[in-house]
């Protein structure tokens, strides 16, 4: 048994006390994105003050990523090992850790410090980013969809909250932007304080010998691989336009109170579909709503090439926001129908390694690609992996008709 989880939480489910733990849970994760939130307002922000070379610019939020993909198998052991929640509320105070160090790094101006500091952080990110499969697991098979959507919608409070917290603090010490990085410590806190209300239930052990590995065939199932490649790729596409973003908005000289709008209503769309995102796909299927999210991604990418006043920006970064709702949602979903139970923290973090994978390359490659090649040309280059993943989720649903017939 994991210590301080509840072993009789499937039993109590009737009970409506898992509505109230998904309520915590929810807020939990948007708590997490007000931190995330804030980051993609200052980390180019702050990369692009203090870096040696303005290609650099971009390098502490791939360093936020590329702490968190390297975590992943870390977390996913501490997860087995301590359960939930400990794992969880250790995921926060190395978020406070962090927060409070990249403060130091600004104070004392040092670049190097700042990705010591987001690479440390990244362990938060990968902790945090299984929020949505713990809801799964407090409602059972039959509230799945909706437990996933539901939490993910709690994001809409960093899209409500982080901007406006980064434009308030910015200012608040002498060192540009560090008063903004010491007030997601006190996030960090509250969200601590708010995992003590949710009774997980207690994770079952790793089958013996399983070492960390899937059981053999898993990552050949056609739905496997498509759930990673919707949600990996889906990430990917929206890291690379979003991260770029303050830049590119910075280059065509619009304030940093537009950025901060303009992110807002991204965040707005990549989370307020999830109020029925999960009926959505329990309606007409999880296929029809991937490729819709692919879709939506395409008509973002057209409308960036349209043009590059406030409008542009706004209206093609909440459309973005609202494809990637749709393929993260989506992929997750179809992820918990590919893998047995018992290897579920395995199967979770692989996911997790995929995806904060891609975003850690395309957070490295947007910073490049905005002060070299351009938005536009960046956003034209987008368009290969959402044709790669058209062509994906057209072989999926060949192979389901074909095991159909």
């Known amino acids: 048994m994991n210590p301080g989880e ?22 939990c994760q948007g708590l997490f994105l007000v931190n995330n939130v804030t980051f993609m307002a200052i980390n180019g922000l702050v990369g692009l003050m203090l870096a040696p070379r ?49 403060a130091v790094a600004v104070r004392l101006g040092s670049f190097w410090l700042l990705l010591a500091a987001t690479v440390l952080a990244g362990y938060y ?11 799964a697991e407090l409602t059972g098979p039959a509230g799945r969809e909706r437990a996933i959507s539901w939490v993910l919608a709690g994001g809409l409070l960093g899209g409500v909250a982080g901007p406006p917290l980064a434009q308030a603090t910015r200012d608040l010490l002498a060192a ?36 960390g ?32 973003t303050p830049i590119a908005m910075a280059g065509c000289a619009h304030p940093f109170g537009a950025v901060a709008w303009v992110l807002e209503w991204h965040v707005v769309g990549m989370y307020l579909p999830s109020f029925f995102t999960g009926s959505l796909i329990r ?23 349209h043009g590059v006043d406030l409008m542009h920006f706004t209206a093609a970064l909440a459309m973005l926001g609202v494809g990637w709702n749709f393929l993260y949602v989506g992929g997750t979903t179809l992820y918990t129908e590919s893998y047995p139970p018992a290897h579920r923290v395995t199967a979770q973090a692989l996911m997790d390694r995929w995806v904060l994978g ?47 017939a």
Not at 6 to 27: E, I, K, P, Q, Y
Not at 285 to 291: E, H, I, R
């Open 54 to 102: 303005g290609w650099m610019a971009t390098l502490p939020l791939t360093a936020y990523v590329l702490g968190g993909s390297l975590s992943t198998g870390l977390v996913a052991r501490h997860q087995q090992r301590w359960g939930r929640r400990r794992a969880f509320r250790l995921g926060l105070v190395v978020a406070m850790a962090a927060a409070a160090l990249c």
């Open 6 to 27: 509840d072993v009789s939480a499937l039993a109590s489910a009737r009970t409506g006390r898992f509505n109230r733990a998904l309520v915590w849970l929810t807020v």
């Open 358 to 404: 891609t975003m850690t390359l395309t957070s490295f490659s947007s910073g490049a690609l905005v002060t070299t090649g351009g938005w536009q040309a960046m956003n034209a280059g987008a368009l290969v992996p959402l044709a790669l993943l058209a062509a994906m989720l057209a072989w999926l649903a060949r192979k389901r008709r074909t095991g159909a």
């Open 125 to 135: 990110n990968a902790n945090a980013a299984l929020y949505r499969f713990a809801a």
């Open 176 to 211: 540009p932007f560090a008063g903004a990085y010491l007030s997601l410590v006190a996030v960090a806190a509250v969200a601590w304080l708010c995992l003590g209300r949710i009774p997980f239930p207690a994770l079952p052990p790793a089958p013996a010998g399983a070492n």
């Open 213 to 244: 590995h899937l059981p053999a065939g898993t990552h050949r199932q056609p739905a496997f691989i498509v759930a990673i490649a919707a949600s990996a790729l889906g990430y990917g596409v929206m890291n690379l336009l979003m991260a770029a």
């Open 283 to 305: 309606r007409v299927g999880v296929q029809p709503v991937l490729a819709a999210g692919v879709a939506l991604n395409a008509a973002c990418i057209a409308l960036a090439l």
